[in-house]
């Protein structure tokens, strides 16, 4: 497989992954959004000040409002995300 091919596999794979845990196995609670995030992405969590980010990342991300993010919504997400990454280096230049 390509690197891309198997990057969104590893998407689908770290979502299955904790939306697993608990509940709707098609979506992540919050808690299991949490995890996610506290274990995938420890530098984002460990950056962030506010202690309830998770509450408004996660009501960001529940764009219908179901209380559960489902890929769909999560996609979205780990696309913003790359985004920001990608400005970020793009910005501090090269070494």
């Known amino acids: 497989m390509s690197e891309l091919e198997t990057a969104m596999g590893m998407i689908i794979d770290v979502f ?8 709707n196995k098609q979506t992540l ?6 995890t996610l995030l506290e274990k995938e992405l420890p530098n984002f969590l460990s950056s962030v000040k506010d202690k309830e980010a998770v509450d408004k990342l996660f009501k960001g991300l529940d764009e219908n409002g179901d209380s559960e993010v489902d890929f769909n ?5 780990v696309a913003a995300m790359t985004c920001c990454c990608h400005k970020y280096f793009e910005q501090k230049g090269p070494k």
Do not use: N, P, Q
């Not at 609670?29 to 949490?34: D, R, Y």
């Not at 919504?73 to 997400?77: A, D, G, K, S, Y």
């Open 16 to 23: 299955d992954k904790y939306s697993r845990a608990e509940g």
């Open 29 to 34: 609670t919050k808690g299991e959004l949490k």
């Open 73 to 77: 919504e999560f996609v979205i997400f």
